[in-house]
């Protein structure tokens, strides 16, 4: 069975840091593209980042670019988002998602999500 | 600026067929991508209802189904039942904005 498990989130102040990690399970995780998506507080999903299998390409939406790293360590089944300088507008439950095919999309499995808060 | 525009809410009695529209708005018509649409039931992570444009991952009922025509797609759910109460996204690629764009969301409302 495919499980995806978030950690990480939490409270932190605006300008702060905060690293989420996600352990997977269940099946071959270096062989599968893997997302971050967001979704605030009673607001739609949002994509957030992608990484390849072997952490070679990665992508980010724009408002996030420079200060969020995505990174995955397949000895470990884990993926990472390290967040750096956030905002009130990052507050957010965050998602990690398997990439069915490719970094296009769909997303077949989601973890249950980790909230993000940051105060100003 | 490319967008996936949907209908904030749509609603059906029971038994009913309803549609979903998810239209992409862009000021250049690029590449075209498959659109995933997604259900997410209330307080729990996004479910894959449908991919590349008509396909149903295993275990969706065939009440669920996707089409798309040019810049537009659609989920329809036929036989409504109370359980298909839920927020619906589109998603699909847009390749000048290189990543992956969700639709607002719709809410349906089972009468």
């Known amino acids: 069975e495919v499980q995806l498990v978030e950690s990480g989130g939490g409270l932190v102040q605006s300008g702060g840091s905060l690293r989420l990690s996600c352990a997977a399970s269940g099946f071959t995780f270096s062989n599968y593209w893997m997302s971050w998506v967001r979704q605030a507080p009673g607001k739609g999903l949002e994509w957030v980042a992608n990484?390849?299998?072997?952490?070679?390409?990665?992508y980010y939406m724009d408002s996030v670019k420079g200060r969020f790293t995505i990174s995955r360590d397949n000895a470990k089944n884990s993926l990472y988002l390290q967040m750096n300088s956030l905002r009130a507008e990052d507050t957010a439950v965050y998602y990690c998602a398997r990439d069915r095919v490719g970094f296009i999309g769909p997303n077949d499995y989601w973890g249950q999500g980790t909230l993000v808060t940051v105060s100003s | 600026q490319s967008v996936l525009t949907q209908p904030p809410s749509v609603s059906g009695a029971p038994g009913q067929r309803v549609t979903i529209s998810c239209t992409k708005s862009?000021?250049?018509?690029?590449?075209?991508?498959?659109v995933h649409w997604y259900q997410q039931l209330p307080g729990t992570a996004p479910k894959l209802l449908i991919y590349?444009?008509?396909n149903r991952p295993s275990g969706v009922p065939d009440r669920f189904s996707g089409s798309k025509s040019g810049t537009s797609a659609s989920l329809a759910i036929t036989g409504l039942q109370a359980e298909d109460e839920a927020d619906y996204y589109c998603q699909s690629y847009d390749n000048r904005l290189g990543g992956v764009l969700f639709g607002g969301g719709t809410k349906l409302t089972v009468l």
């Open positions: 990484i390849k299998q072997d952490g070679g390409e990665k």
């Open positions: 590349g444009d008509n």
């Open positions: 862009s000021s250049n018509i690029g590449a075209d991508y498959d």
